[in-house]
């Protein structure tokens, strides 16, 4: 594939999914929970309804809508905890080493060790359902190969000579990790993240879907399918609309990272996965 | 080799030991009491039951005993008995361990025969269109959520088509869609892994030389080529493993397969706190022994590694 078509595509579809959620309130048509109108039970996509209508009579397109907020706020935020966890663990022990540098890679041989659906799933038996639950799951589960990426890059990067020369020149070892270091990794760091995002929005819609994450009848894409599947008999396209928003989206994130990947990590190229 | 095998096997046990500590705290912190919260849906237990129960179970003791019980028992393998089935979770657990090595078995298979031969073809023609197809096919495959797959083979194929049942557990037709829904992440993945691997080798010294000695190319792919890229798609693949049995626990839900991972899910549900730690103890246990597994066989592919 073209070297920019992964990322415009990919972005394209990203920004479009931020955009549906950021616009949701004021392009859905009814209100996602409440407008629900037994008389409206099951109809198939059509002029009024687009994508339908389920067993209560609500608008599948507007529940869809509205599911973008959910799988994008978990998504972006809970991955966000995963960078800040995993970057600082990691250049933390790359750049110390020592008893800190095993503990560190201990845990995250621990955490590589445990599946981290399995991981989330536990913690969310814990919690409870709901949004805090979530984020708190699936933030404190996908570290580990930021983490690995961020370790070995400061491990390379500390023996640079601009970083010896910061050293005589007295700078605290969190000013040499922040304004040195850091700045060096960001590119491998941000195509990780992109990518881990996309796995943190399917992890969300497994979670709702086992009736572990955001419960009815509040729209998560991943809640609805879980609905859908008892009805696919009589009303298949409940399962469409859900499904390919969660696909898109993700198709979206991975082909974002693939493309950020060529300009900001060139070397990878050539052994990408 | 023994040698290298018993090492290899050694450095997991005290991940196992962890797993187990970790798997005990998480379940240990969970506010209110076990003993009160099991009868959840059904109205509070009787006074009486629960003070029983909590002594059954030995809830009163402090944390440290606690773990240092469960660890004995552990060792012994006794995982503790069932709160809703009153079972061994042992027990439980032989039941569901065949239907889930079956299915996680049968999308590896799958993956491989599907993915690697896809990235093999790939890379032989970078920039081709069976390249583009191929590797449009992998970003794919790894951005699809599988339950959402599984419903519309499911949908196709069982309900529309027929060729398949629709769900539940049987002879091999049943697996067909399971193993299908399941194998096609990491099919996408070794396709992409696939491809790299084999673009990287096809280009390293060794297979010049080979060329230029006079070689013929069958050799040198047999040789050469086929060797290197299979430590790498393995590795993956044991990489890999792990989502997969994070993957099998929704599919197995989806296709109401009697698993672990559908044990799990209603174990978490029922707040069966002894199940829902066996079932993660075995899944890691699983995850752990295919991983050795593979490094073993890495081992014997590549020598190089066992001096690693």
Redesign the interface.
Request: glycine fraction near 6%; charged fraction near 10%; avoid cysteine.
């Given at each position: 594939?073209k070297l920019g078509a992964n990322l415009s595509i990919g972005g394209s579809l990203f920004l479009l999914a931020v955009a549906v959620g950021i616009l949701a309130p004021w392009i859905a048509h009814t209100d996602p929970v409440m407008d629900a109108n037994l008389m409206m039970a099951e109809e198939p996509p059509g002029r009024e309804f687009w994508f339908g209508t389920d067993a209560q009579g609500r608008d599948i397109y507007s529940r869809v809508v509205h599911g973008a907020r959910i799988s994008l706020t978990v998504g972006i935020f809970a991955q966000l905890i995963n960078t800040i966890i995993g970057t600082a663990l990691g250049l933390s022990a790359g750049y110390w080493g020592g008893w800190w540098d095993d503990f560190v890679t201990?845990l995250t041989?621990?955490l590589?060790?445990?599946?981290?659906?399995?991981f989330a799933?536990?913690?969310?038996?814990?919690l409870g359902p709901g949004l805090t639950s979530l984020l708190i799951a699936l933030g404190l589960t996908n570290w580990s190969f930021t983490c690995r990426l961020a370790r070995a890059s400061a491990l390379s990067l500390k023996s640079q000579s601009y970083v010896q020369a910061s050293k005589v020149l007295g700078y605290s070892d969190v000013r040499i990790m922040f304004t040195q270091i850091l700045p060096n990794m960001l590119g491998p760091l941000i195509v990780i993240g992109t990518l881990g995002m996309?796995g943190t929005i399917?992890a969300e819609?497994?979670l709702s879907?086992?009736?572990?994450g955001i419960r009815p009848p509040y729209p998560s894409w991943?809640s609805m399918?879980s609905e859908?599947?008892d009805q696919?008999?009589t009303a298949?396209w409940l399962?469409v609309f859900?499904?390919m928003a969660?696909?898109l989206t993700?198709?979206g994130?991975?082909?974002l990272g693939?493309g950020l990947r060529d300009i900001l990590d060139p070397q990878s190229r050539?052994?990408?996965? | 080799m023994l040698a290298f095998a018993f090492r290899r096997t050694l450095q997991s046990f005290p991940?196992i030991a962890?797993?187990a500590l970790?798997?005990f705290v998480?379940?240990s912190?969970?506010p209110g009491s076990i003993a009160t919260s099991m009868e959840d849906g059904r109205g509070p237990v009787d006074a009486a039951v629960a003070e029983r129960m909590r002594k059954e179970l030995g809830l009163d003791d402090p944390v440290y005993v606690r773990f240092a019980n469960y660890a004995t028992k552990l060792a012994m393998l006794d995982l503790g008995v069932s709160f809703r089935t009153r079972e061994p979770v042992s027990q439980l657990l032989a039941k569901r361990m065949w239907p889930t090595l079956q299915l996680t078995l049968a999308a590896m298979v799958f993956a491989i025969l599907i993915g690697v031969p896809l990235g093999f073809v790939a890379a032989m023609r970078p920039g081709s269109l069976i390249d583009?197809v191929s590797?449009?096919t992998a970003?794919?495959g790894?951005?699809?959520?599988?339950?959402?797959f599984g419903?519309?083979l499911?949908?196709l194929f069982a309900?529309k088509l027929g060729w398949f049942p629709t769900f539940g557990y049987g002879g091999w037709w049943y697996l067909v869609l399971p193993a299908v829904t399941l194998g096609v992440s990491p099919l996408a993945?070794l396709a992409?892994?696939t491809r790299?691997a084999v673009?990287?080798v096809v280009n390293a010294d060794f297979v010049r030389t080979a060329r230029s000695k006079g070689m013929s190319e069958t050799r040198v792919v047999r040789w050469h080529v086929m060797r290197n890229v299979a430590v790498i798609v393995l590795t993956?693949l044991g990489?890999q493993f792990?989502?997969l049995?994070?993957?099998a626990?929704?599919v197995e839900?989806?296709f109401s397969w009697p698993g672990i991972g559908s044990l799990?899910?209603d174990s978490?549900?029922q707040?069966d706190i002894p199940a829902?730690q066996g079932c993660?103890l075995v899944?890691?246990l699983f995850?752990?022994i295919v991983n050795t597994l593979i490094d073993i066989a890495c081992a014997v592919i590549d020598p190089r590694i066992k001096y690693a």
């Open positions: 594939m201990g041989n621990l590589l060790a445990i599946p981290s659906l399995i799933l536990a913690i969310m038996a814990i996309g399917l819609a497994a879907f086992l009736g572990l991943g399918l859908a599947r696919i008999t298949p399962s859900p499904g969660i696909f993700v198709l994130l991975n082909l693939d050539s052994r990408r996965i | 991940t962890a797993v970790v798997v998480l379940f912190v969970i583009a590797m449009v970003v794919s790894l951005s699809i959520p599988k339950f959402w419903l519309l499911m949908y309900l993945l992409r892994t790299a673009l990287e993956t990489l792990g989502s049995m994070g993957q626990v929704v839900k989806l799990l899910v978490v549900f707040r829902v993660i899944i890691v995850f752990l």
